[in-house]
């Protein structure tokens, strides 16, 4: 049974970055043919798919949120990392992680608690 844990502050002021890890346990990020995903949910919103990182470690970037968004692996932590700079009221989101393979479509099979992130000053 794979588990994803996302961590980090729930509180990050205007401009800067925020910064979440997902933990993964129960699997390992580096198994063919996983793609490990950060998605957010705005207040009243739809889930928007952020970027992944594959188990090449090869990243990929949702168009609208690529030029301020960052995902990263720790291998031996079995960890990877999410960081979205240049945050404004509008990022405040619950933040997932979660785990995905393609098959005929983008299929997440795991996902993560979700955690609360709130950008104010």
């Known amino acids: 049974q794979v588990q994803l844990q996302e961590s980090g502050p729930g509180l990050v002021k205007p401009s800067q970055t925020l910064s979440l890890t997902c933990t993964v346990s129960g699997g390992s990020i580096t198994t063919n043919y996983y793609y490990w995903s950060w998605i957010r949910q705005p207040p009243g919103k739809g889930l928007e798919w952020m970027g992944a990182?594959?188990?090449?470690?090869?990243?990929y970037y949702s168009p609208s949120l690529k030029s301020r968004t960052s995902i990263s692996r720790d291998t031996s932590k079995n960890q990877f990392t999410l960081q979205l700079s240049s945050v404004t009221p509008e990022d405040t989101a619950v933040y997932y992680c979660?785990?995905?393979?393609?098959?005929?479509?983008?299929?997440?099979?795991?996902w993560g608690q979700g955690t609360q992130v709130t950008v104010s000053s």
């Open positions: 990182i594959a188990y090449s470690g090869s990243t």
């Open positions: 979660a785990r995905a393979i393609i098959g005929l479509g983008y299929e997440y099979d795991y």
